[in-house]
C-alpha cells in the first residue's frame, strides 16, 4: 500500500531525483578532450547561430529561451530535457556498427544495484500492484545463437500510474526493478505488472515546452533493460507493446521496429505472457 500520507508526485521532484541520481553516476564526471571540446562547441553554437539567422529570431523570443533555460536548471529538469530531445540521437550514433538486438535511450530513471535472483523472479512489488499481470521471458545468446549463461538482465520500468520508484514518492525502493542472471540454456523469465505509457512531467519547465508548442508530452508503454555478460557489449534498450498508444509518437523517439513485443494471454490463465530474446555482439 502507498502511504495515505505521500505528496503527490511533481515534475520538481523526479526532476530533482534525477539531477541528483545522475551526479552520481560514473559517467557523470566525464572529460572531454580540449579538440572535440572545440569542435563540438563550436559546431553546437554554428547550428544555432544558422537557426537565429534562418528564422529571424527576436530580442523577446532570446529573452523567452534565457528565461526558460534558467528555469530548467531549477527545476532539475536538465537530465529529463536531454534524455526526452537528445539521447535517442547518441543512442543511434554510439550503436551503428552493432549486428545484435537494437539499443534505445536510457533516460533518466536507471538505478543500479537492483535485486539479483538467477534464471526466474518476480519483481519487487506492492500487494496491491495494478495493472495487468505479465510475464516477460527469453533467453541471451551470442550472435550466432548460442545461449550465453550468467548474463546479466535488469528490467526497470514504470508502474501502472507511469510512476518510477525513486523517483516519486509513496512507492517502495526497488518497486518493479530487478535483476536475473541467466541459467546455463540463458534463459530468465520476469514476472511483472505490465507498465502503462508515461507522460514526462508536465508541471515544470519541460512540460512548459510541450505545451509552449503545442506538443504532447507522452512515451508509449515501455520495458528498460541492460543486458551485459562477460566478454560481450552491453546493450541499454527498451520494448514497447505492439498497437499501444503513442507507439508510433514517441516524445523520445526511442521506438525502433525492432523493439516491439506482442505478448499474447497467458497460459497460466491470468494477465499476459511474452517471449523476447538478445543477441549480444561481441566486447569492442
Ligand atoms: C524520460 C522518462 C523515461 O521513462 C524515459 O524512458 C525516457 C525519458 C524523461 O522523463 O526524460
Ligand atoms: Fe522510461
Known amino acids: 500500500m502507498s502511504a ?3 505528496p503527490k508526485p511533481t515534475a520538481a521532484g523526479s526532476g530533482r531525483s534525477a539531477t541528483e541520481r545522475f551526479a552520481r553516476k560514473e559517467r557523470a564526471g566525464a572529460t572531454v578532450d580540449q579538440a572535440r571540446v572545440d569542435t563540438l562547441a563550436t559546431a553546437a553554437l ?3 547561430h544558422q537557426v537565429i539567422r534562418e528564422h529571424g529570431v527576436t530580442y523577446a523570443e532570446y529573452d523567452a529561451l534565457k528565461a526558460w533555460l534558467i528555469r530548467v536548471g531549477e527545476d532539475g529538469e536538465w537530465p529529463l530535457f536531454l534524455d526526452v530531445w537528445v539521447e535517442h540521437v547518441v543512442e543511434e550514433v554510439a550503436n551503428t556498427d552493432r549486428q545484435g538486438t537494437k539499443g534505445s535511450i536510457e533516460g533518466p530513471y536507471y538505478i543500479p544495484g537492483a535485486p539479483e535472483f ?8 506492492r500487494d496491491d500492484e495494478k495493472g495487468t499481470p505479465f510475464v516477460f521471458q527469453g533467453t541471451v545468446t551470442d550472435l550466432d545463437g548460442s545461449p550465453v549463461e550468467d548474463a546479466t538482465v535488469e528490467l526497470w520500468h514504470a508502474d501502472d500510474d507511469g510512476y518510477y520508484s525513486q523517483f516519486a514518492p509513496g512507492i517502495p525502493e526497488w518497486n518493479l526493478r530487478g535483476t536475473i542472471l541467466t541459467g546455463p540454456d540463458g534463459r530468465f ?5 505490465k507498465p502503462a505509457p508515461y507522460q514526462i512531467p ?3 519547465s519541460c512540460g512548459a515546452l510541450v505545451a509552449a508548442a503545442g506538443w504532447h508530452p507522452w512515451r508509449p508503454a515501455h520495458l528498460h533493460l541492460k543486458v551485459s555478460a ?11 507493446f505492439e498497437g499501444g498508444e503513442w507507439v508510433e509518437n514517441d516524445v523520445a523517439q526511442a521506438v525502433k521496429p525492432e523493439l516491439i513485443l506482442r505478448p499474447t494471454p497467458a497460459a497460466s490463465g491470468t494477465g499476459e505472457e511474452v517471449t523476447y530474446d538478445f543477441a549480444l555482439d561481441p566486447a569492442q
Open 4 to 6: 495515505p500520507t505521500a
Open 46 to 48: 554554428t547550428a544555432l
Open 118 to 125: 538467477r534464471t526466474e523472479a518476480t519483481l519487487p512489488m
Open 189 to 193: 523469465a520476469f514476472s511483472t505488472m
Open 202 to 204: 508536465t508541471d515544470g
Open 230 to 240: 562477460p566478454g560481450r557489449a552491453p546493450i541499454t534498450t527498451q520494448l514497447y
